[in-house]
């Protein structure tokens, strides 16, 4: 959805209804996969309703709940899934049994536990690295506080915990038990297909441009859902994936730049012109480069190099070939040395190890001012339903802790998403209990409501990054209303507080994170992007130890902290679009430069970690001494130049930046003393000529359009 920003900006153009319905229309439909992920979730959360009316079982939400959330992308992540939900539940219940164990007697050391457990939830959802986890223990905070506050024996409350460790059980084995099942039955690799079905769109609008006259309407629909899909799931998968790690930077480096080749692509669908002879027979050459690259993904093959001639056109057609031209180039470059650093013999227990928590978790003040900014709001919901005496809105905590989506706080788009996809849940709850539970007598029956609500919001759920969360909160919202007892919900008066619970905390979480050390998203995008660029720099300058061992497992971390902040700026970008007033302007024209520069970026530090191989002389990748000392020498240059684009973007540089054209004569210096000059040279000797000047061809374009900006 990378011109929604364009479509939001030309509303004065067009009525917003036909924008809305548009982006609806692309978003819910369907498209390869996406039944059977529906159904697969609908079966495992109607399953674990059943279960649990049937047994009587209390806070059933909890299991339905988490069936939704129990990661689908292959077999082995929906185990590892399952595996975590089980012992981060089991944790969760234990912190809460034997807190609850200290401070139940004493009523003020019982409400400063609750509070510490509120900043305690939200430090953890900041930092841990897995994000599953965090919501999993913020859930069982959520029902442990009100629980252990109601005004009954204490093994009442303890029996009632340990339904809620069996309910996250039931939710789990039932989903994995699903996963598992149906996996046979799913084909094709969930990284390469949706990159191939993004170029087979991309492609075919470029036919339709070589054909010169009206555009394909099919091709413009499809080239539409794509964009507005976009690739922020495809990343997910691979973040949450088992190939190695330079797979998933490489395929995450082509994913970016397929995504951009979406995006030109259905800016070219909406041109209306016919296209001249030149540009036709540039979109057919074009078109016939994308599907050999396509086609190399799906045989597992390296796709190989692709140029293409310029051109002096500069009608908007040529002007957006020319930029799918420099994205398409680039693609196979993402593959360059792609088996360098991980055939280099470097046991297992060398590598870096995922962790639980950052590695700046502790030490990142960003974190505690997320921690902080939640306990405030859950705690001032909190203390406000317990000084009016209305314990009903107990809700409100659970509400506060499961919209808490990340250490970037709250942006209007979540906080939309969240009060609709609440009031949908909650309006629907009420629904059912006026209209429908008068005329039913049996679980059956329930389950003739139950499926279709359920599927509703798993449709949502699995629509694009921009409206999956809706489809999460109006699924919380009716759980919360008829499955947090075993027996039917009669009461109008409960589904009324809870659905007030839920806007208590939905205006808590307005109020603290809204006004509390917040910044818009394009600020924090651009600070992200910097340091992005800062990273690929200190990358750049590798290695900084002469003990290769040292220097390859540094070389994993950056590289893995460069993958989480393409990621971030992503993420920052899309809510950049959710963001109004004077600075729109300038934060749309900051995102459209950002997205544009990125995936340039990205294949820059591909290549450039591919590079390493040369730079510390693994075997059969030696360099001359005169030539590595060049080649050390060429590397601090174009370092102190990403710096330079880096301090520029920031305004700390009022100077023009250096012409970079001198670094191309440099170039041929470093490959001089390294001896590509010779005519009789190994692969890997021409193969790094080659890749050297990619890397110089890429910096100082960088380099330039930054100077330009």
């Given at each position: 959805m990378a011109t929604l920003a364009q479509r939001m900006g030309a509303m004065g153009d067009s009525p917003p209804e036909?924008?809305?319905?548009?982006?609806?229309?692309?978003?819910?439909a369907p498209y390869p996969g996406r039944v059977a992920t529906v159904g697969r979730m609908v079966l495992a959360a109607t399953l674990v309703a059943l279960i649990c009316e049937i047994f009587r079982i209390p806070f059933a939400f909890q299991g339905t709940i988490f069936t939704l959330l129990i990661s689908r992308e292959s077999p082995q992540a929906t185990v590892r899934s399952a595996g975590t939900i089980f012992l981060v539940t089991g944790m969760g219940a234990a912190y809460v049994l034997i807190g609850a164990w200290f401070v139940i007697n004493i009523p003020w050391l019982h409400f400063l536990w609750n509070i510490c457990s509120l900043f305690l939830a939200f430090f953890v959802i900041a930092a841990l690295t897995n994000y599953t986890a965090a919501v999993i223990f913020a859930v069982l905070v959520a029902i442990g506080i009100p629980l252990w506050d109601s005004l009954v024996p204490a093994e009442t409350n303890v029996e009632l915990t340990l339904w809620v460790v069996l309910e996250g059980a039931i939710g789990v084995s039932v989903s994995m038990a699903i996963e598992l099942a149906f996996a046979r039955t799913r084909h094709g690799d969930d990284i390469v297909l949706p990159i191939a079905r993004r170029l087979a769109a991309v492609r075919n609008v470029l036919?339709?441009?070589?054909?010169?006259?009206?555009?394909?309407?099919?091709?413009?629909?499809?080239?539409?859902?794509?964009?507005v899909l976009?690739?922020?799931?495809?990343?997910?998968f691979l973040h949450r994936s088992t190939y190695s790690p330079l797979y998933r930077a490489q395929m995450s480096g082509v994913a970016g730049l397929t995504g951009r080749l979406v995006d030109i692509a259905a800016a070219l669908a909406d041109i209306p012109r016919q296209a001249s002879g030149a540009v036709a027979s540039r979109a057919r050459n074009l078109a016939a480069s994308i599907g050999r690259i396509s086609d190399d993904l799906l045989q597992q093959r390296i796709p190989q190099p692709v140029q293409f001639e310029g051109d002096s056109d500069t009608s908007s057609e040529a002007s957006l070939l020319g930029e799918m031209e420099d994205s398409v180039s680039l693609i196979p470059q993402a593959f360059a040395?792609?088996?360098?650093?991980?055939?280099?013999?470097?046991?297992a227990d060398d590598l870096p190890r995922?962790?639980?928590?950052?590695?700046?978790?502790f030490s990142n003040p960003a974190n505690y001012r997320f921690a902080l900014r939640g306990c405030l709001a859950a705690g001032g919901a909190y203390v406000i339903y317990h000084a009016i005496d209305w314990p009903g809105l107990s809700t409100s905590v659970s509400t506060c802790l499961l919209t808490a989506l990340s250490t970037m706080g709250a942006s209007r788009q979540k906080q939309f998403l969240r009060l609709v996809g609440f009031l949908i849940g909650g309006i629907l709850g009420i629904g059912v209990q006026i209209f429908v539970l008068p005329s039913l007598d049996s679980i059956a029956g329930f389950m003739v409501v139950f499926v279709p609500v359920t599927l509703f919001s798993a449709w949502i759920m699995t629509s694009g990054p921009r409206l999956s969360?809706?489809?999460?909160?109006?699924?919380?919202?009716?759980?919360?209303?008829?499955?947090?007892?075993?027996?039917?919900?009669?009461?109008?008066?409960?589904a009324r507080d809870r659905l007030v619970g839920i806007l208590l905390g939905l205006f808590m979480m307005w109020l603290v994170f809204d006004h509390l050390w917040t910044a818009p998203a394009a600020v924090e995008m651009k600070t992200a992007f910097l340091a992005g660029i800062r990273l690929l720099a200190q990358l750049t300058r590798e290695p900084s130890s002469s003990e290769i061992r040292a220097a390859i497992k540094r070389s994993h971390v950056l590289s893995e902290m460069l993958n989480a902040q393409w990621d971030k700026v992503r993420s920052l970008a899309d809510g950049v679009l959710f963001e109004f007033g004077p600075s729109r302007p300038y934060g749309l024209a900051l995102r459209s430069r950002v997205r544009r520069w990125q995936p340039r970026l990205r294949a820059l530090f591909l290549m450039r970690r591919a590079s390493l191989r040369f730079s510390l002389g693994l075997q059969g990748f030696e360099l001359p001494e005169a030539g590595r000392r060049t080649l050390r020498q060429y590397n601090e240059r174009s370092a102190r130049m990403l710096d330079e684009m880096a301090d520029r973007l920031e305004g700390r540089m009022n100077e023009p930046m250096p012409e970079p054209d001198g670094d191309e004569q440099f170039v041929d210096q470093v490959l001089a003393a390294c001896g590509c000059e010779a005519r009789e040279l190994p692969p890997q000797m021409r193969s790094f000529g080659i890749l050297l000047r990619r890397i110089d061809g890429v910096t100082r374009s960088l380099a330039e359009e930054v100077r330009a900006a």
């Open positions: 036909g924008w809305f319905w548009e982006f609806l229309k692309a978003e819910l036919a339709a441009c070589a054909e010169g006259g009206a555009r394909n309407h099919a091709a413009k629909v499809d080239i539409v859902r794509q964009r976009g690739t922020s799931l495809l990343r997910r040395g792609s088996h360098a650093i991980d055939e280099y013999e470097v046991s995922p962790m639980l928590f950052g590695a700046s978790a969360y809706l489809g999460l909160q109006a699924a919380l919202g009716f759980y919360l209303i008829h499955l947090q007892e075993s027996a039917p919900q009669l009461s109008l008066s409960v």
